[in-house]
Every structure is written in C-alpha cells, then in structure tokens.
Nanobody, 114 residues
Framework: QVQLVESGGGLVQAGGSLRLSCVAS???????MGWYRQAPGKQRELVAA???????THADSVKGRFTMSRDNAKNTVYLQMNALKPEDTGVYYC?????????WGQGTQVTVSL
C-alpha cells in the first residue's frame, strides 16, 4: 500500500479558494482515490472520489464548488475548492483504495472564517 501525504490546507475567508494536494509514495495508477473530511464532533464523510479511469463523484454539498483530479505521472491527486463556506471547515484526508487494502494520509486542516 502507498503512503499518502496531504498539503495545501489553511485558513481562508468565506468565498475564497484552496487547492489540496495528496502525494503518494508510489504509483497510484490502479488505485481509486478519495478526499474525506471530518468536522469537530462529526463523522468522517466522503467529499469526492476518482476511480482509476478518471471518473469522479462529488458529494452534493460540494458539487459545483469542488473539483477532484489526478495526475498519475506525479502520483498526486488534487482537490480544488472554490466558493468555500464555513461549513467546509474540517480536517481533510486523502484515501487510496485497492483490492489489497486502504491507505489514509495524516490529514490537513481547512478552516473557513466568515
């Protein structure tokens, strides 16, 4: 299983943008990848996912604002987040899934202020 490292989080005002990156320690060509988030006191939830063929799904709460993409040559997935809202605040985790198992990154904090 690959090791994952997220980056790109931070503090931003409502309406602003951030771009999260998740770099894997090895090839992600065969992996389905996902971005999850966890707000304080809430369960971790799926934000977006992309399969090995490049097809994406996004949670209804972020559709039209967030876009997930992958660059297999760089072993990296991205989450472009626009029009951020305070309710988008949380720790964002990268996930890699293959039939052999699942990997998680350590998370990156995103805080959206009014």
């Amino acid at each position: 299983q690959v090791q994952l490292v997220e980056s790109g989080g931070g503090l931003v005002q409502a309406g602003g943008s951030l771009r999260l990156s998740c770099v894997a320690s090895g090839s992600i060509v065969r992996y389905s990848m996902g971005w999850y988030r966890q707000a304080p006191g809430k369960q971790r939830e799926l934000v977006a996912a992309i399969n090995s063929g490049g097809s994406t799904t996004h949670a209804d709460s972020v559709k039209g604002r967030f876009t997930m993409s992958r660059d297999n040559a760089k072993n990296t997935v991205y989450l472009q987040m626009n029009a951020l809202k305070p309710e988008d605040t949380g720790v964002y985790y990268c996930n890699a899934e293959l039939y052999t198992g699942t990997s998680w990154g350590q998370g990156t904090q995103v805080t959206v202020s009014l």
